[in-house]
């Protein structure tokens, strides 16, 4: 970053004084909270995230230091909610990746629905393409019910979303059709549920590391098991059998 691009000395206090700020207003907001899922708990935090990241940015752009601070990136966290506080509608987005996996099996399943459908003709053979099968299997069972049968389908589970965002009127039909997800304001969304690979690699990470340090443990307790087992007698007549089916 070139010299005259770099903030100000005064800039840098300025965000410094900001955290501090966002601080006395997240502490503030968690002592009045009013349940576990309070919003003004949620938009204190989000704006102290915001608050941390400026300052973290420009004490390493004037300074060339850092912060211990994990800074939530921009797409991890939203903006604070600013919809209306009893919504008149709803609006719910949602999104599913699956993989084709198992495309025989895919042509399989809609050669099924096309043949009990009386009204395709036998000699359209739509289901004989991956996209046709698609628009057959997706035409004739709901999403949900594909998400808990997608392995039926020779589909292999991605990353899902779901976001619920607040809005003052409904839409008008057919107004948001052309372009679903276009209109979305972040500052709008109540809720958001994702689910990715990525989470189940961190826990997985996380499981690696506490089954390495449980079979350090097992190997020290193996180890004095075995210096000990001079000074131990153990009588079987006094001994139950285990019982193999016993939970």
């Given at each position: 970053?070139?010299?005259?691009?770099?903030?100000?000395?005064?800039?840098?206090?300025?965000?410094?004084?900001?955290?501090?700020?966002?601080?006395?207003?997240?502490?503030?907001?968690?002592?009045?909270?009013?349940?576990?899922?309070?919003?003004?708990?949620?938009?204190?935090?989000?704006?102290l995230a915001a608050a941390a990241e400026t300052y973290d940015e420009l004490l390493y752009d004037r300074y060339d230091?850092?912060?211990?601070?994990?800074?939530?990136?921009?797409?991890?966290?939203?903006?604070?909610?600013?919809?209306?506080?009893?919504?008149?509608?709803?609006?719910?987005?949602?999104?599913?990746?699956?993989?084709?996996?198992?495309?025989?099996?895919?042509?399989?399943?809609?050669?099924?629905?096309?043949?009990?459908?009386?009204?395709?003709?036998?000699?359209?053979?739509?289901?004989?393409?991956?996209?046709?099968?698609?628009?057959?299997?997706?035409?004739?069972?709901?999403?949900?019910?594909?998400?808990?049968?997608?392995?039926?389908?020779?589909?292999?589970?991605?990353?899902?979303?779901?976001?619920?965002?607040?809005?003052?009127?409904?839409?008008?039909?057919?107004?948001?059709?052309?372009?679903?997800?276009?209109?979305?304001?972040?500052?709008?969304?109540?809720?958001?549920?994702?689910?990715?690979?990525?989470?189940?690699?961190?826990?997985?990470?996380?499981?690696?590391?506490?089954?390495?340090?449980?079979?350090?443990?097992?190997?020290?307790?193996?180890?004095?098991?075995?210096?000990?087992?001079?000074?131990?007698?153990?009588?079987?007549?006094?001994?139950?059998?285990?019982?193999?089916?016993?939970?």
């Amino acid at each position: 970053m070139s010299d005259a691009a770099q903030p100000t000395a005064a800039e840098v206090r300025a965000a410094a004084e900001a955290v501090k700020t966002a601080l006395d207003r997240h502490l503030a907001a968690v002592e009045r909270r009013s349940g576990e899922d309070d919003p003004a708990v949620y938009e204190a935090f989000n704006q102290l995230a915001a608050a941390a990241e400026t300052y973290d940015e420009l004490l390493y752009d004037r300074y060339d230091e850092v912060t211990p601070f994990e800074i939530p990136g921009a797409d991890e966290t939203l903006p604070p909610y600013t919809g209306p506080e009893e919504p008149n509608a709803l609006s719910v987005l949602i999104r599913r990746d699956y993989a084709v996996v198992e495309p025989q099996r895919l042509m399989a399943q809609a050669r099924r629905v096309e043949a009990a459908d009386d009204e395709v003709s036998a000699d359209a053979d739509v289901s004989g393409t991956v996209h046709g099968a698609l628009g057959i299997l997706f035409g004739e069972f709901e999403p949900d019910e594909i998400a808990s049968r997608h392995k039926e389908f020779g589909l292999e589970e991605g990353d899902s979303t779901l976001w619920v965002t607040a809005a003052d009127e409904p839409a008008e039909p057919g107004e948001w059709l052309e372009a679903p997800f276009e209109q979305v304001e972040p500052q709008r969304v109540v809720c958001r549920f994702d689910v990715s690979a990525v989470f189940d690699d961190e826990l997985e990470d996380d499981e690696d590391v506490e089954d390495d340090e449980d079979v350090e443990d097992v190997e020290e307790l193996e180890d004095d098991l075995d210096a000990d087992a001079d000074e131990v007698e153990v009588v079987d007549e006094d001994l139950e059998p285990l019982d193999v089916e016993r939970r």
